[in-house]
């Protein structure tokens, strides 16, 4: 185990395992994944929502043994909560569902996702990969950057990030 793993340098603890990191949009799901030390988060696929997206996701979690699903908040700029973080919301409990239902206790969590889609096509188009067609990288591109963020603050923190759905809060 890495010593930021276990606290030993004195840093707060991180939780170790895979997480799956989630941009939940209204055609289709990126969906990015982090290695067990939690250091880098990288892209796995997009799926297209609809009839099947949220047993393709529960695959995805029991093929990568992940230990928690980040889901990407669409928050306002001021912060607040609008129809699309309802929407995402929903989406985020009928996951976690569906997880139960398969006898997968795997922790759901809310995090801010406020400018990574922005941040995503930034970066895509920096390295001359952003093309109308490829709307699927960008959605695997923002839920890199929703899983990065929040793995990056949980280790700044040594606290799980976001809410975790189902939690008061």
């Keep these: 185990m890495s010593d930021v793993a276990s606290g030993i340098d004195g840093g707060p603890r991180f ?7 989630v941009d939940v949009g209204d055609v ?3 969906v990015a994944r982090c ?5 880098i988060a990288t892209p796995v696929e997009t799926v297209l929502r609809g009839q099947g997206d949220l047993d393709r996701l529960a695959d995805l979690a029991a093929e990568l043994d992940a230990v928690e699903i980040v889901v990407g908040l669409p928050r306002s700029l001021s912060g ?3 129809p699309a973080a309802d929407k995402v919301i929903l989406y985020a409990v009928a996951l976690r569902d569906t997880l139960c239902s398969r006898g997968r ?3 759901v969590r809310l995090v801010d996702e406020r400018l990574t889609t922005v941040s995503a096509e930034r970066v895509l188009r920096e390295r001359g990969r952003l093309r109308r067609r490829q709307r699927a990288v ?5 839920a890199v950057v929703i899983l990065q963020h929040a793995i990056d603050a949980e280790r700044s923190t ?7 759905v189902g939690q008061p809060s």
Excluded: S
Aim: hydrophobic fraction near 25%; avoid cysteine.
């Design 158 to 164: 040594g606290r799980p990030p976001g809410q975790e």
């Design 138 to 142: 960008v959605d695997q591109a923002a």
């Design 80 to 82: 607040g909560l609008g």
């Design 35 to 39: 290695d067990t030390d939690g250091l």
């Design 15 to 21: 939780r170790p395992g895979v997480r799956l990191g």
């Design 28 to 30: 289709r799901i990126g």
């Design 105 to 107: 206790e795997v922790p």
